[in-house]
Protein backbone atom coordinates (compact mmCIF):
# COMPACT_ATOMS: atom_id res chain seq x y z
CA UNK A 1 0.00 0.00 0.00
CA UNK A 2 1.19 3.57 -1.10
CA UNK A 3 2.04 6.15 1.88
CA UNK A 4 0.82 9.67 1.00
CA UNK A 5 3.44 13.00 1.38
CA UNK A 6 1.07 15.83 3.22
CA UNK A 7 2.66 19.01 1.73
CA UNK A 8 1.82 22.25 2.98
CA UNK A 9 3.49 25.86 2.24
CA UNK A 10 2.98 29.03 4.50
CA UNK A 11 2.50 32.10 4.49
CA UNK A 12 1.92 34.53 7.14
CA UNK A 13 0.16 37.80 7.57
CA UNK A 14 2.87 40.06 8.06
CA UNK A 15 1.71 41.13 11.20
CA UNK A 16 2.80 37.52 12.60
CA UNK A 17 5.91 37.75 14.89
CA UNK A 18 8.18 35.06 15.82
CA UNK A 19 6.72 33.92 18.49
CA UNK A 20 3.18 32.93 16.60
CA UNK A 21 5.15 31.54 14.01
CA UNK A 22 6.78 29.50 16.78
CA UNK A 23 3.60 28.70 18.40
CA UNK A 24 2.04 27.26 14.93
CA UNK A 25 5.09 25.17 14.50
CA UNK A 26 4.52 23.39 18.06
CA UNK A 27 1.30 23.08 17.26
CA UNK A 28 1.57 21.27 14.16
CA UNK A 29 4.67 19.76 15.33
CA UNK A 30 2.68 17.91 18.11
CA UNK A 31 -0.03 15.82 15.56
CA UNK A 32 2.01 13.15 15.28
CA UNK A 33 1.87 12.28 18.70
CA UNK A 34 -2.04 12.55 19.01
CA UNK A 35 -2.95 11.30 15.88
CA UNK A 36 -2.12 7.81 14.33
CA UNK A 37 -1.63 7.60 11.25
CA UNK A 38 1.31 9.73 10.55
CA UNK A 39 4.61 8.51 10.67
CA UNK A 40 6.65 11.01 9.79
CA UNK A 41 7.00 14.94 9.79
CA UNK A 42 9.31 17.78 9.06
CA UNK A 43 9.08 21.09 9.24
CA UNK A 44 11.34 24.10 7.79
CA UNK A 45 12.07 27.74 6.63
CA UNK A 46 12.88 28.77 3.07
CA UNK A 47 16.28 28.70 2.36
CA UNK A 48 15.80 28.62 -1.51
CA UNK A 49 18.20 31.33 -3.32
CA UNK A 50 15.89 30.79 -6.69
CA UNK A 51 13.42 33.24 -5.60
CA UNK A 52 10.30 32.12 -6.29
CA UNK A 53 8.26 31.34 -3.03
CA UNK A 54 6.10 33.66 -3.85
CA UNK A 55 6.24 35.14 -0.07
CA UNK A 56 5.26 31.60 1.36
CA UNK A 57 8.27 31.42 4.36
CA UNK A 58 7.74 27.91 6.12
CA UNK A 59 6.54 24.62 5.15
CA UNK A 60 5.83 20.93 6.59
CA UNK A 61 5.62 17.40 4.99
CA UNK A 62 3.67 14.75 7.28
CA UNK A 63 3.94 11.55 6.04
CA UNK A 64 0.77 8.85 5.94
CA UNK A 65 1.02 5.18 6.47
CA UNK A 66 -2.05 5.69 4.04
CA UNK A 67 -5.09 7.58 2.56
CA UNK A 68 -6.74 6.28 4.91
CA UNK A 69 -4.88 7.89 7.17
CA UNK A 70 -5.03 11.11 5.88
CA UNK A 71 -8.84 11.13 5.79
CA UNK A 72 -8.80 10.13 9.49
CA UNK A 73 -6.57 12.98 10.06
CA UNK A 74 -8.73 15.49 8.29
CA UNK A 75 -11.86 15.58 10.30
CA UNK A 76 -10.00 14.29 13.90
CA UNK A 77 -10.88 16.76 16.69
CA UNK A 78 -7.26 17.33 17.20
CA UNK A 79 -6.23 18.63 13.92
CA UNK A 80 -9.18 20.93 13.54
CA UNK A 81 -7.99 22.30 17.21
CA UNK A 82 -4.77 22.63 15.35
CA UNK A 83 -6.37 24.12 12.18
CA UNK A 84 -8.21 26.84 14.69
CA UNK A 85 -4.72 28.04 16.31
CA UNK A 86 -2.90 28.23 12.33
CA UNK A 87 -5.17 29.19 10.35
CA UNK A 88 -5.63 33.08 11.83
CA UNK A 89 -1.90 33.51 11.41
CA UNK A 90 -1.98 32.78 7.32
CA UNK A 91 -2.21 34.92 4.55
CA UNK A 92 -2.07 31.93 2.78
CA UNK A 93 -1.62 28.12 2.28
CA UNK A 94 -1.15 26.04 0.01
CA UNK A 95 -1.49 21.79 0.74
CA UNK A 96 -1.12 19.17 -1.83
CA UNK A 97 -0.64 15.40 -1.44
CA UNK A 98 0.97 12.81 -3.52
CA UNK A 99 1.25 9.10 -3.36
CA UNK A 100 4.92 7.56 -2.85
CA UNK A 101 5.95 3.75 -2.64
Same mark, same amino acid.
Given at each position: ? *?? !????? !? !? ?15 ? #? ?28 ? #?????? #? ?10 ? *?? *? ?9 ? *? ?13
Amino acid at each position: M *PK !LKHIA !L !LKFKPECNADEIALVRR #TIEALPKQIPGILDFSWGSDVSVEGLSDGF #THSFIM #TFESIAARDVYL *PH *PVHQAAVAVVM *PRLERVIVIDHEVS
